[in-house]
């Protein structure tokens, strides 16, 4: 299983670019004191030949925004529902393009989205084999791959 922290870059960037029309730029992990408690994130589960879990954790605002985006909403606040389901969207995107990086047979979980403080421990089963910080519109992205 090889996929690079240049690979999620690369593929991060190409999906919001061209299915939000947001700039994301990669940053090294901000310390600790720089996060924000309240993060949003989205998750699939990967089966199959491998088995792993792709995680997206944005803020509140930058969910809000990428619903902004994915809905047309011009400015409009967001429904909660809305939020939820452009962040399942985008998460879906995001691991389906991972997914075509791995070999073997493979089918991903539906997305799921919840709220909840970054950095919550991660199950001993699982490690992580990349992940990257990237900032869109001054709010912090990270896009984690983790097996097991």
Same mark, same amino acid.
């Given at each position: ?23 994301? !730029?990669?940053?090294? =992990? %901000?310390?600790?004191? $720089?996060? &924000? ?10 089966? +199959? ?23 047309? !909403?011009?400015?409009? =606040? %967001?429904?909660?529902? $809305?939020? &939820? ?10 691991? +389906? ?52």
């Amino acid at each position: 299983m090889t996929i690079t922290s240049d690979d999620l870059c690369r593929l991060t960037r190409a999906i919001w670019e061209s299915t939000l029309d947001l700039v994301v !730029l990669p940053i090294p =992990e %901000p310390s600790r004191p $720089e996060r &924000r408690a309240s993060m949003v994130t989205g998750s699939i589960q990967i089966v +199959g030949t491998w088995l792993g879990t792709v995680l997206l954790e944005c803020s509140e605002k930058l969910a809000k925004q990428v619903a902004r985006a994915m809905f047309g !909403l011009d400015g409009e =606040e %967001p429904t909660a529902e $809305e939020v &939820r389901d452009a962040l399942a969207e985008i998460t879906n995107v995001t691991a +389906g393009n991972l997914k075509s990086l791995l070999s073997g047979q493979c089918q991903m979980s539906t997305p799921e989205v919840k709220e909840c403080g970054l950095d919550g421990p991660l199950r001993p089963d699982k490690i992580v084999i990349t992940r990257q910080a990237f900032s869109c519109q001054g709010e912090l992205l990270f896009v984690t791959l983790l097996e097991g």
